[in-house]
């Protein structure tokens, strides 16, 4: 394992996100040897919810600014005023099917946000700079094999072009201009507070109200499912452990067919709530696959393991028995699938990653 580093006072973009609100309530509660400042800045833009946070909104370590990223002064205001020693950058448009009707808008944030917080960690070259990336800059996988942290990149859509050019800059940042910088790329996350956009939230709500389960063409695409809990650690041990300069996969070492991941779904419903799971199966229907959909994502996420002795904790059965009990709990959610399902039909009409 590498030298650890001492972490003081953070800036979390896209805190208020799914995977950033996970990683902020984990290193709040998680972990006892953080005693800095967490800065959370994020626009609060559809995806982005305070409520997910709201279990450790009064702690005194913790603030909220609402800001974008693209705003390079006010990136540099809060690093100075809250003496930001290392920023985590979650902030990122990250669905396909919205990168597929307006892929400018991942250009301005995933590429042109990064260049503006790059520019800030430039001025301020004592700021180590976590970037947090996709397995999807990869490409496409066969029936076989798995990405590695030497997999050419191979970007198949719009969103996907614009996380690998982000990438590359974060790279070269730190190449060029000699500052701490660290990469990571992931698999799909899930779990709890995922917005309802994504697959398994929206298949989970989908079945606990009776709506239409919609699958890609056959359903065989194939993913590597991480639960988020799993993932905000493996970052907090990269942010302490990890070395200058490099790239880490981090994966749920879980592969599930699309349509096998549905029918698992369908059956944990049907065991907690009582539902028939015949009449579930029912709601399942077959939709026209989306252009540039990747076949297969898998992740070999051994160098993280041998490195900084990381390893996923939760199997796919709790973790989806977890996200299933927090969503049936949590119906409220329920209310924003109505509203984006109607309201996206025409430009997203299959709201989900996968």
């Given at each position: 394992?590498?030298?650890?580093?001492?972490?003081?006072?953070?800036?979390?973009?896209?805190?208020?996100?799914?995977?950033?609100?996970?990683?902020?309530?984990?290193?709040?509660?998680?972990?006892?040897?953080?005693?800095?400042?967490?800065?959370?800045?994020?626009?609060?833009?559809?995806?982005?919810?305070?409520?997910?946070?709201?279990?450790?909104?009064?702690?005194?370590?913790?603030?909220?600014?609402?800001?974008?990223?693209?705003?390079?002064?006010?990136?540099?205001?809060?690093?100075?005023?809250?003496?930001?020693?290392?920023?985590?950058?979650?902030?990122?448009?990250?669905?396909?099917?919205r990168?597929?009707?307006?892929?400018?808008?991942?250009?301005?944030?995933?590429?042109?946000?990064?260049?503006?917080?790059?520019?800030?960690?430039?001025?301020?070259?004592?700021?180590?700079?976590?970037?947090?990336?996709?397995?999807e800059?990869?490409?496409?996988?066969?029936?076989?094999?798995a990405?590695n942290e030497?997999?050419?990149?191979?970007?198949?859509?719009?969103?996907?072009?614009?996380?690998?050019?982000?990438?590359?800059f974060?790279?070269?940042?730190?190449?060029?201009?000699?500052l701490?910088?660290?990469?990571?790329?992931?698999?799909?996350?899930?779990?709890?507070?995922?917005?309802?956009?994504?697959?398994?939230?929206?298949?989970?709500?989908?079945?606990?109200?009776?709506?239409?389960?919609?699958?890609?063409?056959?359903?065989?695409?194939?993913?590597?499912?991480?639960?988020?809990?799993?993932?905000?650690?493996?970052?907090?041990?990269?942010?302490?452990?990890?070395?200058?300069?490099?790239?880490?996969?981090?994966?749920?070492?879980?592969?599930?067919?699309?349509?096998?991941?549905?029918?698992?779904?369908?059956?944990?419903?049907?065991?907690?709530?009582?539902?028939?799971?015949?009449?579930?199966?029912?709601?399942?229907?077959?939709v026209?696959?989306?252009?540039?959909?990747?076949?297969?994502?898998?992740?070999?996420?051994?160098?993280i393991?041998?490195?900084?002795?990381?390893?996923?904790?939760?199997?796919?059965?709790?973790?989806?028995?977890?996200?299933?009990?927090?969503?049936?709990?949590?119906?409220?959610?329920?209310?924003?699938?109505?509203?984006?399902?109607?309201?996206?039909?025409?430009?997203?009409?299959?709201?989900?990653?996968?």
């Open positions: 394992m590498h030298k650890q580093r001492k972490i003081n006072n953070l800036l979390v973009t896209g805190g208020a996100g799914f995977i950033g609100s996970a990683f902020i309530r984990y290193i709040l509660t998680s972990d006892p040897s953080f005693e800095g400042k967490c800065v959370n800045l994020d626009l609060l833009t559809y995806a982005g919810n305070l409520a997910n946070l709201r279990t450790i909104e009064n702690d005194p370590r913790y603030s909220f600014h609402k800001g974008d990223i693209c705003d390079g002064d006010l990136i540099e205001q809060l690093c100075v005023e809250n003496e930001i020693d290392t920023i985590v950058h979650f902030a990122a448009e990250s669905h396909v099917d990168s597929i009707a307006n892929p400018k808008a991942f250009i301005e944030t995933n590429v042109i946000g990064t260049f503006h917080l790059l520019e800030v960690v430039r001025k301020y070259p004592h700021i180590h700079f976590h970037h947090v990336s996709t397995d800059v990869y490409g496409c996988l066969g029936d076989t094999g990405f030497q997999t050419p990149y191979h970007p198949n859509s719009p969103y996907s072009a614009s996380k690998a050019a982000s990438d590359h974060v790279r070269a940042y730190g190449i060029t201009y000699n701490s910088t660290c990469i990571s790329n992931c698999s799909n996350n899930y779990g709890p507070y995922q917005f309802p956009e994504k697959l398994i939230p929206l298949m989970i709500l989908s079945c606990l109200n009776r709506h239409p389960l919609p699958v890609y063409g056959e359903g065989k695409n194939v993913r590597d499912w991480l639960f988020v809990e799993d993932h905000a650690k493996a970052l907090w041990m990269l942010l302490t452990y990890g070395k200058k300069g490099e790239t880490y996969n981090i994966g749920g070492e879980e592969e599930w067919k699309n349509i096998d991941l549905v029918k698992e779904i369908i059956r944990v419903v049907a065991e907690i709530t009582g539902e028939d799971n015949k009449t579930l199966e029912a709601l399942i229907s077959f026209k696959d989306r252009p540039g959909h990747d076949f297969r994502y898998a992740i070999d996420c051994s160098k393991k041998k490195e900084i002795d990381w390893k996923p904790e939760h199997s796919f059965s709790a973790g989806l028995k977890k996200t299933v009990k927090w969503y049936i709990d949590n119906q409220q959610v329920a209310g924003s699938i109505n509203r984006f399902i109607h309201d996206d039909a025409k430009t997203t009409p299959m709201l989900q990653k996968n």
